[in-house]
């Protein structure tokens, strides 16, 4: 359960973590609960089912084993898809996150080959801007928990792909992925003093 916080606050206190996840620190299954709940609200287009999903690589979560796992938001409820999920530090190529210490890897993806065979060549737009309403849902939703969110561009999303997909599943692509976790005390420092 989120504390009760204005929008407006949520909005003008929303940072990314930039790279300030507590490596030691351990998310708890209720506070991941609370933000993929939220994430999942994001509303797809009227009338029409979501072509985004969610999926979980699980690293250090009190009450979650270690895995791979989709959400399913009608059941709220983890299903595994991998015991043993492959995503390490080579596949992400910038500086400011180490992949471990993310307490969560949370990847929004949908199936290209039978989404646009079902609904045409638009389906690319639905599909990234349901990634894009969710990771913004689940941004705010971390603020709320005082947890650390931030959405990384350099990670190798087709590793995410054969991380979080099911054995047979069809053609999984990854729109977007962030990391969760517990967000380090302080902030960064900032000097912007002219020398």
Request: some cysteine; aromatic content about 6%; proline content about 7%.
């Amino acid at each position: 359960m989120l504390p009760a916080t204005p929008l407006s606050e949520l909005l003008t206190r929303r940072r990314s973590a930039a790279g300030r996840l507590d490596p030691l620190g351990r998310l708890t299954a209720g506070e991941l609960a609370a933000v993929l709940r939220c994430a999942a609200a994001a509303d797809p287009a009227a009338g029409e089912s979501p072509l985004t999903g969610i999926r979980v690589i699980a690293q250090r979560i009190e009450g979650v084993a270690p895995g791979a796992y989709r959400y399913e938001p009608d059941e709220h409820a983890l299903v595994a898809v991998q015991a043993a999920p492959r995503l390490s530090q080579p596949d992400y190529a910038l500086k400011n996150y180490a992949v471990s210490q993310a307490g969560a890897v949370i990847a929004f993806a949908w199936h290209p080959a039978t989404d646009i065979a079902a609904r045409g060549p638009h389906a690319y737009r639905v599909a990234h801007a349901e990634a894009g309403a969710a990771a913004q849902y689940l941004h705010l939703a971390a603020q709320a928990a005082g947890l650390g969110f931030g959405i990384v561009l350099g990670v190798d999303l087709a590793a995410v792909d054969r991380a979080v997909a099911a054995e047979g599943e069809p053609e999984l692509r990854t729109s977007l992925c962030g990391f969760l976790g517990v967000r380090l005390p302080g902030s960064a420092a900032l000097d912007d003093r002219l020398i």
